[in-house]
């Protein structure tokens, strides 16, 4: 199935399209790719790892990018090279977080062009990322054809280095969303059978 993604944008569409947005409302869950396939539902990271796997079998390098953000959840993309330029392939149920043309010179400005989208409420939270992570590094019965949830394997993007993205000063003088933009969040792909998870996703 994945192996005919053959280009950025088709593995982008069908992770958008072809895999509805796992709400987790039977509990947390951080599926394989193999479990993303049998469902056909992801969140963000479920989705990278999908991501990169299909990139791999193109002959690509499996690469993952993790955002942390304050007082927010993490959001994990999936990153690919053009003509020396960075871009992303991501799974959000709203328009914000999600992919980026290759157009970026630096893993850092990729990051960047997802910080004044990247809200809690009405507050942009994202703070810090991690360098490209090469999936090579963990053995494929950990988050390719694991049958059980791939938590070690999400620990362990938590430990790695991340970098900052702003200053502590910087962060203090943000200026909050306004009414317009809070709007929009209602905007979504997919709805839950609880309206306020079908948000947070």
Known sequence: MLKDLRTPQRIQEF???GLKTNFEEEGDTLRSVQGVLKHRKAHCIE?????????????EPPLIM??????DSDHVIALFKRGGCWGAISKSNHVWLRWRDPVYRTPRELAMSYFHEYTNRDRKSLRTYSLPIDMRRFPIEDWITNKD?????GAALCDIRHYKLITPAQARALTPRDSTE???DNLVQYESRDPKRS???
């Open 66 to 71: 993790d955002l942390e953000a304050h007082r």
């Open 149 to 153: 949830d791939c938590w070690e394997t």
């Open 199 to 201: 948000r947070r996703y």
């Open 47 to 59: 989705a990278a790892f999908t991501a990169a796997c299909a990139l791999w079998l193109q002959g």
């Open 182 to 184: 809070m709007r929009a």
């Open 15 to 17: 992770i958008i399209d």
